[in-house]
């Protein structure tokens, strides 16, 4: 799902590329589980004993940043390619000999 892919993507080069506290972040959505209409999220955080306190912050604020700096064209295309890997490919082979 694209907004898995775009979220994931921003905790990932946050929290671990820039930041450097944790192995690994992951984030789901789930619509609708056990018969309900509500939607759900698993935010889960990899890291040492003595940094996951503060990765589990980083990634929280990166969660609420969400509300205030809005999804750039370069996080959009990145999950595209990660939902539709052929999207790229696809889109500059039908542009081949266009002027």
């Known amino acids: 799902m694209l907004l898995t892919e775009v979220v994931g993507g921003r905790l990932f080069t946050t929290v671990r590329d820039a930041l450097g ?39 929280l ?9 809005r999804i750039s064209q370069r996080e959009a295309g990145r999950g595209m390619d990660s939902v539709q890997p052929t999207r790229r490919r696809s889109t500059h082979l039908s542009n081949v000999g266009e002027t």
């Open 61 to 69: 604020r990166v969660l609420r940043g969400f509300r205030t700096q």
């Open 21 to 59: 506290l944790t192995y690994d972040c992951n984030f789901q959505l789930a619509f609708g589980l056990q018969n309900s209409s509500a939607t759900t999220y698993r935010l889960v955080v990899t890291s040492t004993p003595a940094k996951i306190d503060e990765a589990l912050a980083a990634a």
